[in-house]
């Protein structure tokens, strides 16, 4: 506390008879008394002390924080993680809609079913076999091969039907991937 020009605290040397512990007064510049428990103490070590306590954050705090972080993060894990497989198997459903027409227009267009997925990419109808989103691979499709099913009177030869994914992991509903 500073009063006049002076700095008036517990260190001063100035004050009435009496203890310490029983709230003797000090005498401040001018004849002003002070209570000696509400004088400040200027620059002194435990001043500085306190004052570098005040200026961060508890560990209470901080491990308050940490736990609301941990605990929105085990919230959002198992959403964001449910989120990737609805769009793997919307992308599997899409590529799959997309093989099984143009196996339809192939053969309607050529009057006999492709041998093979690789059929598709060298007759145009597809730029490249789509990969499998749950095998990483456009090499692991299942075709489905059949010799007594004719899609179309005029066909001459039987081959390539259908096509399902490579996968024996489970969707969400239950069912297994490959019997799409």
């Known amino acids: 506390m500073r009063l006049g020009n002076r700095e008036w605290g517990v260190g001063s040397r100035e004050h009435t008879t009496g203890d310490r512990n029983q709230g003797i007064e000090e005498k401040g510049p001018r004849g002003t008394s002070l209570p000696y428990s509400l004088l400040p103490i200027p620059h002194s070590p435990l001043r500085a002390k306190r004052g570098a306590c005040t200026s961060g954050f508890t560990l209470i705090e901080l491990i308050i924080v940490v736990s609301i972080v941990l605990i ?95 996968s024996s992991l489970r969707s969400l509903n239950g069912n297994l991937y490959s019997e799409w």
């Open 72 to 166: 929105l993060i085990a919230i959002a894990a198992p959403i964001y993680r449910t989120s990737i497989i609805r769009s793997k198997e919307a992308v599997l459903r899409d590529d799959l809609f997309t093989m099984r027409s143009l196996i339809d227009q192939y053969t309607v267009d050529k009057q006999a079913a492709p041998q093979s997925l690789a059929d598709l990419v060298t007759e145009g109808y597809l730029r490249e076999i789509p990969v499998d989103p749950f095998t990483n691979s456009s090499q692991t499709w299942q075709e489905i091969f059949e010799s007594d099913v004719i899609m179309n009177p005029d066909q001459t030869t039987p081959g390539l039907t259908d096509v399902r994914s490579g």
